[in-house]
């Protein structure tokens, strides 16, 4: 490996001033727009032509080496979570434990060495890209990672009282990954938009470290979540969770302090945020890789214009809907705790009864907008984007951990042969939500691909100076309604993209903020056995809150382009 | 959904005589090729702009009923496979086959109206992609779908047995599935390299469809394969596999003629096989959906020599080796299945013996061929190839099978103290294994994406013919040797080749006929528990099956560029 190591460290000259060239390289893919007319002078520039072409293709074995570390690390990081899940006596959690923090600290000396020497060097990064990072991830990032931190605190405090019987490691693990928090979410929020381009190979590599990390990290928190609550689960269903949260942990090795059982309880309480932080930081460094040596040309930025006062409908059903949907989360919360089962279960069907509403009103009001699509054909936007295609991935791969927990939920209940009120209502939620997640991504992807209004608007103004164009273009144009004042049916996109985004908003609130009712109804889990269905929740459930939070996100995108 | 469906039949009018916008199109990622200059005449060819552009772009949801088709199926089939697996009371067997056999006949139906209907019509195919379907895909797509044929009829032969007291479904879906394999092999034989310009949305559909299928049938065969092997296992260790072969199955319901059991223990050997064809099947279909709409420009065919004279010394050593892995394979195979355990072991032994030789060997050769790479640097070729960066992409996914199991080898036996000399080996094959497959990766991948020779010998005399260049563009081509004798950096190159060629399929036909030592050693059995170990080689090995066999085909090209 050590000899295939050394990379030819392709020297970057890439200075905005020979933009002759580069800007050929990058504007091929904006044919409709003429504003730079590729000149290929032949052989004249051809010396200067390969350099182009190694900054533009860096395929060849430049993003593989940080991709076979990638894969390595993951692979070993796998093997151990599992064995140390599967086979306890031989792999302990300290082994795992020991494994993640030689990572988390090797990740951080990358990120300060990049902090401190790459990114202060002169042309290092000279582009930024606009569009990664965006605000919603930043956001994300420092919520759950202040909620990590906390749960990183708890640990710290419950492994302390252990200390005396119990490996220190157990109290090192979270206090290197309290560290790595806040290393790691200033490194995001500074440096998240880089496209460097000096070191060009290290800071691949160290990237796919960063990146492997958190996915080892969010495998570990995966497993351990599973394995607790299967634990749980296992030991008695019906009495009530409090009790064995206090009772669990406490075989052979006593806590020296009191608080012991409380922090142990919150702490497990945080963890879905460390799983949810572990994916934002992995979605973010995989953009930033992708970002590593990419020339960015300087777009033509087209303003957008947020206003409201045309849409009123959409907004103000949606608001209606997150108050409803908060009330009755709050009753949920409270009455799922209760001892009696009778109220627990009217706890249920509320969630259940408010959750078919709120997806039933989404699918039908993201038909209209689908149906709107057709009657108001556009433009496809024609410009290769790789972070609209990352966006794009992002959104369908996230979709799919809704989907898998609705289609086992599906299965479930059906074979069961849905019975009671509870059983319809949950195979009723799991159809809908299926159909809704479906048009959803239809909706909001057909909606990105769309030329925005406002530069048809400016296309169609310059085709009107350059020259007199025959009638039928001159239809088409009048036909999307130049006008400052939008048509009807960009109101009701805009209706729509409104409503979908508060609903989406409640929908993302309600299980990141604990509302589990696949835990709280038993079927499934009676259906498909403890470890199974806690390891699709478990894994599918993180995806889905980021998911929502993703198309949030999106419809607001296409909200302003509408 | 349904009001969702109908898209804009964007009318294909590419035909090859308008070549002057789409070779244009084209031939913007070819940049240090000048015989095509790109011109862009502003406004007066805007109109057909637009026209091309869409062509180019089904971006904007095109191909998103047909992912959204693709996503529902797989993960219907993933909670009914699981299910079946888990919960054997609600969900049978005859569930998932009546899903499955729905499934087949779907995806034939298509296949029938697409041979007829679709590719019989003008303009519907008019490109035909010459990287897809290459012979080596299609040589294994057929001998495995002979050998899944064999696997029904036995199947066939041994349910009619149970008729009297099973369902029929039983026999019904491997009446089926022969018939599918049929279909589906003559579609993928004449059919793999077309790019679909007509009925575009539905062809996608349907080729989602049959990628969707086949990935369902994979997961029920590896499913199946996994549970008997789990229950062969679980029933006693110790006692040998012949014995329990013929007892399972024989619970409450006999079978009614004598070759029952022999047919039953034939067709659970023939399973890997019906695994493989499933995953070559998907592989060719996702290709042909990739290429759906693609207009693909010819590309100037470089004639690439094959000529063997200069090479002696890899092919001898390759052929040596391929044939002592063959005497050492059989000697594995007779004596693994002996009751005495003095004789498994030293078969174990001999196997894992010539494995890592084998290995290290191809370690140490593909470590030379890294060192010429590093001294006879050339240039990166530049165009886009879709082709190629899937088959980069099917490389690098398919090693991550062989890695998994490796990495899971590596963490049992290391935990486990590595005690005694199968242990000892076994450590050592995983550790090689792991360096191997890296370093292979890393030279096949930079050798598909360095300049072949011959068209570099070709820039250069067009170089040389256009104008009298400066000095240090004259060194630069006589540094690459154009003389016709290789120089010996690239009779290096090719022997490295040739034998990494014959290593390949020697390490492809041991596990592809049958060699299990992952089973016949129970360390791992041990420490995993039986599901899970059986689950990560019966996932794992088929992809390292196709891993090398895609190797051989990658090596060869690799052996023809240089």
């Known amino acids: 490996m050590i000899f295939c190591r050394k990379m030819p460290n392709v020297v970057m000259t890439a200075h905005p001033s020979n933009g002759g060239t580069v800007t050929q390289v990058d504007s091929i893919h904006h044919l409709p727009s003429p504003p730079h007319p590729p000149t290929v002078d032949g052989a004249s520039e051809s010396g200067h032509h390969t350099e182009v072409v190694k900054e533009r293709t860096p395929q060849g074995g430049e993003w593989l080496l940080s991709g076979i570390i990638c894969i390595n690390i993951l692979m070993l990081g796998c093997a151990l979570v599992s064995s140390s899940a599967f086979n306890v006596v031989a792999i302990t959690p300290v082994h795992r434990q020991i494994f993640l923090i030689t990572l988390l600290v090797l990740t951080m000396l990358w990120m300060l060495f990049y902090m401190v020497v790459t990114s202060r060097k002169d042309h290092a990064v000279l582009f930024k890209d606009r569009h990664a990072g965006p605000v919603w991830l930043k956001a994300g990032l420092v919520l759950f990672g202040l909620l990590s931190f906390l749960m990183d605190i708890f640990k710290i405090a419950t492994y302390v009282g252990y200390l005396h019987c119990d490996s220190p490691v157990k109290v090192a693990y979270p206090v290197v990954q309290a ?3 806040f290393f790691q979410t200033y490194f995001l929020w500074f440096h998240s938009r880089d496209c460097v381009q000096l070191h060009t190979n290290l800071t691949r590599c160290g990237l796919t470290l960063t990146l492997s990390t958190n996915l080892v990290v969010w495998m570990a928190a995966v497993t351990e979540e599973s394995i607790h609550q299967t634990e749980i689960t296992h030991l008695n269903i019906s009495v009530s969770h409090k009790l064995y949260r206090a009772n669990y942990g406490a075989k052979m090795c006593t806590c020296s302090h009191m608080a012991c059982e409380t922090f142990k309880e919150a702490f497990y309480y945080l963890y879905p945020f460390n799983i949810e932080y572990s994916l934002f930081a992995s979605a973010m460094t995989y953009i930033m890789w992708k970002n590593v040596g990419r020339i960015v040309e300087h777009h033509k930025h087209y303003k957008f214009n947020f206003y409201v006062k045309d849409v009123f409908v959409g907004p103000v059903a949606g608001l209606l809907l997150v108050v409803a949907g908060l009330v009755t989360f709050v009753l949920y919360k409270i009455n799922i705790l209760k ?65 898998i927990i609705s289609y086992f939920s599906l299965v479930a209940t059906v074979a069961m ?11 009723a939620w799991a159809v809908v939500m299926v159909v ?14 769309r030329e925005p209004i406002n530069v048809m608007q400016a296309n169609a103004r310059a085709f009107q100076d350059h020259t007199e164009m025959a009638n039928d273009v001159e239809g088409q144009i009048s036909r999307f309604s130049i006008s400052k004042k939008p048509s009807w049916k960009r109101r009701v996109l805009r209706e729509v993209c409104a409503f979908l985004l508060l609903a989406n908003i409640i929908l993302w609130i309600m299980p990141a903020f604990g509302a589990r009712p696949q835990f709280d109804h038993s079927a499934e889990i009676y259906f498909y056995n403890y470890t199974m269905w806690n390891a699709i929740v478990n894994i599918g459930l993180p995806f889905g809150i980021f998911y929502r939070m993703h198309a949030v996100a999106s419809l607001f995108e296409v909200y302003l382009r509408d």
């Open 417 to 427: 042969g849905a019975q009671g009120y509870l059983n319809v209502l949950n195979l």
């Open 339 to 403: 001892e009696d089962k009778e109220k627990r279960n009217k706890a249920l069907l509320i969630h259940f009864i408010m959750n078919i509403v709120i997806v039933s009103l989404m699918s039908l009001s993201t038909m209209i907008g689908c149906i709107i699509y057709r009657l108001d054909r556009r433009e496809y936007v024609s410009d290769k984007n790789p972070t609209r295609s990352l966006d794009v991935g992002l959104l369908v791969a996230s979709s799919l951990g809704q989907f």
């Open 179 to 181: 560290v790595f928090l």
């Open 436 to 449: 809704e997640i479906g048009l959803q991504n239809y909706f909001i992807i057909e909606g990105l691909h």
